[in-house]
């Protein structure tokens, strides 16, 4: 669904660290593997194996912080006010026309600049 309304507010929530979740808090794929082998054909023996291996690319591989600014926004809509927490975007100032976006999951609305209220 879909909804026109003017940006009425803009107030500072939080700030919220948008980085890769996985950057710090492993160091890559680890594997270990095993195997045997016993000779056939009147040929006695046998072989084995165990192998370890990691990544360590992943080692060397920082990323660096992505810090996201997020609004709490009051935008004036035909039904009446609706609160929305969003982060900053160009566009999303107060007097502008936006559109909420509301999505069948359940979670927060967005907002978008809109050329009309």
Do not use: W
Not at 55 to 78: C, W
Not at 83 to 109: E, I, N
Request: net charge negative; proline share 6%.
């Amino acid at each position: 669904m879909v909804k026109a309304g003017r940006l009425e507010e803009r107030a500072f929530l939080t700030q919220v660290d948008m980085s890769d979740p996985g950057a710090y808090d492993n160091y890559g794929a680890v594997g270990v593997g095993a195997g045997g082998y016993s000779g056939g054909r009147g040929r006695g023996g046998s072989v084995a194996g165990v192998g370890l291996s990691f990544d360590v690319t992943s080692l060397f591989r920082r990323h660096e912080p992505q810090i996201v600014d997020l609004f709490q926004y009051k935008v004036r809509v035909p039904e009446g006010i609706v609160m929305v927490v969003a982060p900053s975007a160009p566009g999303l100032t107060v007097g502008a026309c936006v559109r909420v976006l509301y999505f069948d999951s359940g979670h927060q609305p967005e907002l978008v600049p809109a050329a009309d209220c």
